[in-house]
């Protein structure tokens, strides 16, 4: 079956570092994971700790709004940006080579009007809690593209907000079930009213 990409959007700020070795270097740093955190869009959804562990990251990109068309900021290709993954998710370090686009983002992100970001990635594993309408996130196959963002399309308050196509997707997985929780709950009762007819007789 074929891996549908997501994306999450992270309302953790994204921060600016001067370099020690070059003042005119422009660094970003940041989160583009948080592990064990809660969201809530329709049901809830928790990356793990261990989400990461066998994940293809050979060559990750760091966009603008996941957009193709816009040039590349960095890559870990070419060891432009690092990837680390830590007790509290996935830390990333950017050092942007000096465009006029890089340098843009770079104000902006330093201003505060760019401080989100946001992962592309497809799902290995994942595991359903109903009662709790919970969805965890056991492991990542690949990722793709860790990114800049300005506007989420859900509230920024929520650590993760995802594409809507990936969302209705997950919703509409999430009704299935409940339809087939309540099919169960119906025959266990029929079940057990047969049962007590039997016994009556």
């Not at 809507?164 to 999430?174: A, F, M, N, V, Y």
Request: proline share 1%; hydrophobic share 35%; net charge negative.
């Amino acid at each position: 079956m074929k891996k549908e990409k997501e994306i999450r959007f992270l309302a953790e700020n994204l921060e600016v570092r001067e370099s020690e070795h070059n003042q005119e270097n422009m660094v970003v740093e940041g989160y583009a994971v948080v592990f064990d955190s809660p969201a809530t869009h329709g049901f809830t959804e928790i990356i793990d700790k261990n989400a990461f562990n066998g994940c293809d990251m050979k060559d990750v990109c760091l966009k603008y709004n996941h957009d193709d068309s816009h040039l590349i900021l960095a890559r870990t290709r070419n060891n432009s940006l690092r990837l680390q993954i830590d007790d509290k998710g996935l830390f990333i370090r950017a050092e942007l080579i000096d465009t006029n686009s890089n340098r843009d983002i770079y104000k902006m992100i330093q201003a505060g009007l760019l401080d989100k970001m946001s992962f592309a990635f497809t799902v290995e594993e994942e595991k359903w809690d109903l009662a709790s309408e919970t969805r965890t996130i056991l492991r990542i196959d690949k990722l793709f593209d860790v990114s800049v963002v300005d506007t989420p399309f859900y509230d920024t308050t929520s650590i993760y907000a995802r594409a809507l196509s990936t969302l209705e997707s997950e919703k509409e997985k999430l009704e299935n079930f409940r339809a087939k929780r309540e099919l169960l709950q119906r025959k266990v009762s029929l079940f057990l009213k047969v049962n007590e007819l039997k016994e009556e007789k």
